[in-house]
Structures are given as C-alpha cells and as structure tokens.
C-alpha cells in the first residue's frame, strides 16, 4: 500500500505543526512548550491516555484498536529536542530562540507521529494497542533511558518499539535500514593531567603538561590503529585541549582533555575503555606527571532486531514502491538504543532529499518526506495488527 491518502490529505496540517515547533525550539529536556502541544493534540485527537512528564518531559499517548484480541501493543517513538546551534537558513519560520535550533530534524519526527496518532486515533483498523511515544533529550541527555528508568515499558506493555530518523541525501519518499548494529554506542571521557608548572625559560624545573598531554593525545589513536582488529569499527576523538595558563612565557600546571569513543561492539567499547585507562597511567608513570581518567559510558550500541528489522523493511517497501536499501553502518550515536535494549523493535531512516546535513546551521528538515514517515507508522501498525 503506497501513501495512506489520508496523510496525504493532512500534509498541510502536519507541514503547520512542524514549522511552529521550529520557530520555537527547546534543548534536551527542556521541551515543555513542545510537550504541552503533544499532550494536547494527543487529547484532542481522542488518544485513550495521554501521559506526561515521563523521563522528566516525554509524552505518551494509547490508542486502543477496534479490536484487541490479538494483546499485542506496539510502541513508536519520536524524538522533540532541538540542538543549541545558531539558525543560519533565513526561513520564514527560522528559530525565534537564540543559540537553539531543530538542526536534526526532531520537529519533524514529532509532527510525522502527531500526524500518524490522529490518523490511528480516527481509524483504529487494528487489532491491538499503539503508544506513541515522544521522547525528550535524545541529544546528548539520555532521554529514552529516563523514559525507560521510569518504567515506561512496563506501565504501558510495550512489546515491540519502532523509531525514525530523516537521512538527507536519500531520496523523499525512499527509506533505508539494517539488521544488527546500525549507530554506535556514543561514550564521553574527560582527562585532568597535573604536573609541575614553571617558566618557559626554565622547563627542566617543571614537568611539562603540554608535552604530556600531547603525547597521550597521539598514543590514544593507537587504540584504534595497533589494538583493535582492523575490520572492527572505532573512533577515538580527542576533540577539547584546554591549559590552565593561557600565558606565553607559563609551562601549565594542568591540562583538560575531553572526547568521545565511538564503537560498535561491547568487546570493542570494553577494550577502548581498558586500553584508555592503561595509556594514560603509561603516561603519566613516563613524564612524571598525574593522569586521572574519567570515562562515561553513555549511549549504548544500537542494534535491530533481525525479525522486527525484516518487517519494517517490508512495510517501508510498501509504502514508498522501492526496494528498501541497506543502510550503512553509522558512528554517531542514537539513544533509541535504550528502548531497543528493553524490547525488540527496529530503527529505519526516511530520506529528506538534497539538503544540508543534520547538525548543521543550514539544515531543515523537509515537509514532503512527512506523508512517507507518517505513512510508515501508521502502517507498522496495521500490518503488525491486522484487524479482522
């Protein structure tokens, strides 16, 4: 079945809900302006249970089918928050909130489920329970491990979950997805090195924090280039070097790393994170200096279900006509990965057409992809939960 005619007919409405969020974009779980039109919109659409301020400012709604024998309930989740990046595309409806935009397209997410719960909600030509989920702070904050810590799954009996993201430079229309790991598990690490500042003129008296800092810079790509094996992916970014002294004539007393480590296997996560702590302390036990590490492992590996993977691959393939491709494997991070650790489900991309790149000053999200992704949801749904 291509486009449901009905979301067809809604684009206006949905293209209407979208741009309003833009203008007004809100930073990790600070959504409560976005929050509040979810709620409402859910209640005026005739949701059976619409649910705030889980993980501090999701929302859920329930929308029971005509028939419910099947007991099965499915989740699909959004993501509301924008990111603090300043808006460079002289739109119309560009950001009206300093230093914040949607520059990765979550006002779209949110509006293609809003437009997908009203269309659920009228028809209800399944066999089973929805909850449509809009989660906050996938940016960075973990939001979808709050929802889930809140007891998320559980409270509503979710039993499979589905999620999405716009991809620019796939065609409108045309979707992508893989089986097994899809993003990478997205860590953090600060390093505060000490040693022993003094005068430039005199560096045999000090032990010099820049020379130490610089060289642990450059043994930690050997994490990814001598320990771990060729064919397995890893990224080791060093991507903050702060001193304490911004003098020319000053050897500093300390120095402040910061940076991510992006994987996509927990033998290659645990072995960064091992190998991190080993060269370090060389470091340090070399130069004679103090290394202390503080790793955090934030977003985990994202990984497909293989069945859910297959299924929603087939739908995406009936609703745009094409053959759904392979997606490639991708090193940014995606806190989806917290919902598809507590239950099976599967995460596709939905092309935006030629537009800048997500996170990017210039990006927006484009509205004709919105009857696609609608679409998509609407018809996991149906097909999951054939009425009768």
Known sequence: MPIKNRLAEMLPEITEWRRDLHEHPEILFETHRTSAIVEEKLKAFGCDEVVGKIGRTGVVGVIKGKQNGSGKVIGLRADMDALPIHEETGLDYASKTPDAMHACGHDGHTAMLLGAA???????????????????????????????????????????????????????????????????????????????????????????????????????????????????????????????????????????????????????????????????????????????????????????????TEFAAKVAESVSGKPTEEAPLVMGGEDFAFMLEERPGAYIVV??????????????????????????????????????
Not at 221 to 227: C, D, F, G, V, Y
Not at 367 to 388: H, K, Y
Request: net charge negative; proline share 5%; charged share 20%.
């Open 118 to 308: 009203k269309y659920l909600s009228e028809t209800r030509n399944f066999d089973g329970t929805v909850v449509v989920i809009f989660q906050p702070a996938e940016e960075g904050g973990g939001g979808g491990r709050e929802m889930c810590e809140d007891g998320m799954m559980e409270k509503f009996g979710i039993q499979e979950v589905y999620g999405m993201h716009n991809w620019p430079g796939l065609p409108v229309g045309e979707f992508a997805i893989r089986s097994g790991p899809f993003f990478a598990a997205a860590d953090l690490f600060e390093i505060e090195l000490e040693g022993r500042g003094g005068h430039a003129a005199k560096p045999h008296d000090t032990v010099d924090t820049t020379v130490m800092a610089s060289q642990l810079v450059l043994s930690l790509q050997t994490i990814a280039s001598r320990n771990v094996d060729p064919v397995e992916q890893l990224v080791v970014s060093v991507t903050s070097f702060e001193t304490s002294s911004k003098a020319h004539n000053v050897i500093p007393q300390k120095v402040h790393i910061k940076g991510t480590v992006r994987s996509l296997s927990n033998a290659t996560r645990d072995l960064a994170e091992t190998r991190m702590g080993e060269i370090c302390a060389g470091v340090a036990a070399t130069y004679g200096g103090r290394i202390d590490l503080d790793y955090t492992r934030n977003y985990p590996v994202m990984v497909n279900s293989e069945e859910q």
């Open 351 to 388: 092309g935006n057409g030629d537009t800048a790149m997500v996170h990017h000053p210039a990006y927006n999200f484009n509205d004709e992809t919105s009857p696609s992704g609608a679409s998509w949801w609407a018809e996991i749904v149906e097909q999951r939960m054939p009425a009768a």
